[in-house]
């Protein structure tokens, strides 16, 4: 299963991930460096559509909620 990272403006993938929480990562990076806005438009989609996709306001609170484990 992959995750995939779209830019629903320009409906461009903008990258695929093997797991959600790199996707969420590479979201909360982007949100960290420019802020909020540069992600409004995208939206986080799983391949295999086993689960709703994520977009806006719902995706940053996801990515921002999300705290990478330290192993």
Same mark, same amino acid.
């Given at each position: 299963?992959?995750?995939?990272? %779209?830019?629903?403006?320009?409906?461009?993938?903008?990258?695929?991930?093997?797991?959600?929480?790199?996707?969420?990562?590479?979201?909360?990076? &982007?949100?960290?460096?420019?802020?909020?806005?540069? &992600?409004?438009? %995208?939206?986080?989609?799983?391949?295999?559509?086993? &689960?709703?996709?994520?977009?806006?306001?719902?995706?940053?609170?996801?990515?921002?909620?999300? &705290?990478?484990?330290?192993?």
């Amino acid at each position: 299963m992959r995750y995939e990272l %779209w830019d629903n403006k320009h409906l461009n993938l903008i990258d695929d991930f093997a797991d959600e929480e790199a996707a969420l990562a590479a979201i909360r990076a &982007v949100v960290q460096a420019h802020g909020r806005d540069a &992600v409004a438009n %995208w939206a986080l989609d799983c391949s295999d559509r086993s &689960v709703q996709p994520l977009a806006g306001a719902a995706l940053v609170a996801r990515a921002l909620k999300t &705290v990478p484990s330290q192993a």
